[in-house]
């Protein structure tokens, strides 16, 4: 979905009985929040980032409308100067990001948001709930793409997806990260990407007999019939196919394929393409799919099987394996002071931060998370955040998802192998700027002697 | 979100491709498709049965606006008179389907469709989407909160679910469950749902001291303050706490609880609540959160840890250990024909069906999958399935969220506890019927003979 119009109350409540605290005791002061993941999911090496484009539109959009006001009066937890001030708040602050696209590690800030505390903190869970799930697919993608050695892997996991939201982002992010097309035609209208499918066993069943589905399929498209061969038999259905493609050839057309969605997709493909092949049908390709996720496609390219593509849906969408990350939106500077929390397992680093990439020729080699103001270009290394929001506006011209997937491309390519493995992948090397260290350091020691009473 | 005006795209591409060709070939007679999952997700001894209303919304305002029917013909697939039709197609057949709220079990028809067969197709991409989706974190949310053995769960999942969508749906169906809130304020608007939140950790780092924020916090919110006391150190947080619960009461306030969101919450839960009666403070309540799911709620239960009320966010609000189903929506009858498919471990059962639920006194029984039509109302089952929509239009009033919640509370309670179990359930007994059987066999030899050159 494109981000709807009314999305201010799309928050936690916590977020606004803060806000009605800040209000109350007049603290407007700039406040700098920080996102990040703590730890890269499991068997993760590495995180795509994606998101942003909503964060900005819903930044530059939010507003509660008055029947928004009216509800949140109704609750009896607002004062009524609280709820005029809310009825014309609107977010005027700056944003630093990381590029949709661009690869990110554990602890470093993807989006890091300033602006009056209110506004600051209001808009953590918008963020947060789309970074998040857009990062993941993206990152899922990216390794059945990976997994894939070349081949193509095609989207088709609208179904399975949580929801509306969740299917229109993971075919927009699947697509950014190397996907071919997506079976979700909304999607294709919306974003421009790729549509890809033909039929499903529903169609195979609805005829008395499997070859006249076949049949009737062929003569409604004949340039781009995919044929669904696992209705009945698979194997038979493959000899089917080649009747229905002899056919098509007489009439000057060529069978584009074929698809296998259930049984041993390795043994099947092998099968398969031996009947394609004795057949005298070659370019017939065999797309496989049912329930794949990058750990089946890395089995069926590391044997050899002879599948050309693969429709990969449920495991990528909802990122199977990995459905959750720790991403969190830290408050790191208030009023000019750098903060942290110390909570157990998840202690923050404080105040605006910029992450540094270097590499060594055009291998990526190590980041350095530093702070923004320390940060200087020494033209060796490459600072990840950019300004993208100034005042409450999104500066420039935000890219295309062409754009994004270029960017990909050739950061990926410039990743370690090690790195992509799929699972036990090798750490990527990111250190902490010495001044970030210290300041951190600092603010530690000065809240364990006031606040544990330890000092 | 409410189901947006604009979703006749909102499908795979394989629908309107197989719709091009039914309608090419005069296929227009009357399919009834069923929903089901094959198999219960790991460690499920039931699911919660939700999405209806969603479905049924989204089946009354199909339609594919002027701009869709440009998109389609831009792709090159579709022929000018099939998109003519498209533009004026409207659902028109019927849905039976199991209420919201009810426990379903593996192969039981959650929804069936009748309608032409183009209609009855094109809408398995929304449907799958939906009821997969709410029914699959209804379930979490009915084992999280049957873990708290009557202790509170409020949900906490918006900034982790997977998207916008899924956001609103989580705190509904968890809702409908048992949940006693939600943080989800637009979901509070919607759906009527109680909203509960106070502090995260921002607010305590904001000021230069844990204490003014917790003093800052009682002054807005006299009645409705929880104090998040883990920022720094756990226990010097509680010892805060009754400084400040103090002062409250000084002024004729209570402080209403202290929450913990990290460390080990089974022992420091007990600790707080030591800190809190020692200080004569009783009616302080402790609420949990931090990465809970229903298994550590369960330990925290049984260690007889001191926690009144749990926070429960990403795992519940992603189904953390189950985040997706085999969910499928299958062709079981076609132009009065009823039909399945064979693919490996994939077969389905032919014909429009119906689930008899059994009980013996109150406790359920088993259930019986039977043909629709052999079903017969003997005065010892319920039919499980309802006519909820009759040529396109829904039939009577849809329940509200409160109708499903008792519902769901009454039926649940009649569910042996050994299929409630968190971790290796009883099976629930469902059969088939005699004349399903029969007819599932018949056709199967059929097949067998007929595609698979076997017979």
């Known amino acids: ?21 800040y209000f109350q005791h007049g603290m407007f002061a700039p406040a700098t929040f920080s996102l990040f993941v703590r730890r890269l999911p499991p068997n993760r090496g590495y995180m795509v980032a994606a998101g942003l484009e909503d964060v900005l539109r819903f930044l530059e959009g939010l507003r509660f409308t008055s029947g928004d006001i009216d509800y949140l009066h109704g609750t009896g937890l607002f004062a009524g100067d609280f709820l005029d001030y809310l009825s014309k708040l609107r977010f005027t602050g700056d944003v630093w990001a990381i590029p949709e696209g661009r690869l990110f590690f554990a602890n470093e800030p993807l989006v890091e948001v300033t602006a009056p505390v209110i506004e600051a903190q209001l808009v953590e869970t918008f963020i947060i709930n789309q970074v998040n799930l857009q990062s993941l697919i993206a990152t899922k993608a990216a390794r059945t793409v990976w997994a894939a050695k070349g081949r193509s892997v095609v989207e088709f996991g609208l179904r399975r997806t949580h ?11 699947a697509y950014m990260v190397g996907c071919d097309a997506t079976s979700n035609v909304l999607a294709g209208r919306r974003y421009g990407i790729p549509i890809s499918g033909t039929m499903a066993h529903s169609f195979v069943t609805s005829f008395d007999r499997e070859i006249d589905s076949f049949r009737a399929f062929a003569r409604s498209f004949p340039k781009n019939t995919v044929l669904l061969i696992d209705t009945y038999d698979t194997v038979e259905g493959a000899r089917k196919a080649v009747t229905v493609a002899r056919e098509m050839e007489a009439l000057g057309h060529r069978l584009a394929g074929v698809r296998i969605d259930s049984g041993d997709l390795k043994a099947l493909a092998f099968e398969v393409r031996w009947v394609l092949d004795e057949a005298g049908l070659p370019y017939v390709r ?12 890395a089995e069926v390219v590391e044997a050899g099987s002879p599948c050309d593509a693969f429709g990969v849906g449920t495991q990528m969408g909802v990122s199977g394996d990995a459905p959750s990350t720790d991403m969190a939106y830290k408050l790191v500077k208030y009023g000019g002071r750098p903060v942290l929390k110390l909570s157990t397992g998840k202690a ?3 105040d605006e931060k910029q992450v540094l990439r270097y590499r060594e020729g055009r291998k990526l080699h190590h980041d350095v998370i530093a702070l923004r103001q320390e940060a200087q270009d020494d033209g060796r290394a490459e600072d990840l955040l950019d300004r993208v929001m100034h005042d409450g506006r999104i500066q420039g011209r935000l890219p295309s998802l062409a754009e994004m997937r270029d960017r990909f491309r050739e950061e990926f390519a410039c990743l370690d192998e090690g790195c992509k493995r799929l699972a036990g992948p090798d750490t990527y090397p990111v250190e902490l700027s010495r001044p970030l260290r210290d300041l951190a350091a600092r603010i530690q020691q000065q809240l364990s002697s006031e606040e544990q009473g330890t000092g």
């Open 1 to 21: 979905m494109a981000v709807p119009e009314d999305l201010g109350l799309f928050t936690d409540l916590y977020e606004l009985t803060m806000a009605q605290a």
């Open 163 to 173: 929801g509306m939201d969740a299917g229109m982002k993971a075919a927009r992010v």
């Open 286 to 297: 065999i797309l496989a799919s049912g329930g794949l996720d990058e750990y089946q496609v």
């Open 348 to 350: 923050t680093l404080p």
